[in-house]
């Protein structure tokens, strides 16, 4: 796997949040976000974030909590339908991956022992799966983990 490092910006985001275990559930939040992101005019050329809250080996399955996100520019005009935050920027392992089922879970399996093995301490922010538009269509994704350098 090759690894690029990145300094992300902060971002701010529009969001959707899925409370209950990582999976199929994940899916309908990210469509939920994308209805609303089309209904907005802003699915195009824009960058979709996957952000697993929680750490499912210690957390409940009913409990980690999944956003959906879409940034947004910040002086975007929300509505009350969606939830709005903002995502830390910083220094980020990124990996590149087929934007597949299997290869984003064998990915998953394959990022932390390759970081670990690189000497890349994880940096305690949340792991973001990105979709930028002009990836997604040649279907990659990527996986930016936060690191210290």
Known sequence: MNIQIETLPNYRIAYVRQVGPYGPANIQAMETLKKWARENDLIESSIILGIPQDHPETTPPENCR????????????????????????????????????????????????????????????????????????????????????
């Not at 910040?74 to 934007?99: M, P, T």
């Not at 299997?102 to 990105?130: C, M």
Request: glycine share 4%.
């Open 66 to 149: 999944y956003d959906a996100c879409i940034v947004i520019s910040w002086d975007y005009q929300i509505d009350h339908s969606i939830c709005e935050g903002e995502l830390s920027g910083g220094n980020y392992a990124v990996f590149k991956i087929r934007h597949t089922a299997e290869d984003i879970q064998r990915a998953w399996t394959e990022i932390f022992p390759v970081l670990h093995n690189s000497g890349y301490q994880i940096d305690n922010k949340p792991i973001v799966e990105r979709y930028r538009w002009d990836m997604v269509n040649k279907d990659y994704c990527e996986i930016c983990v936060p690191v210290k350098l």
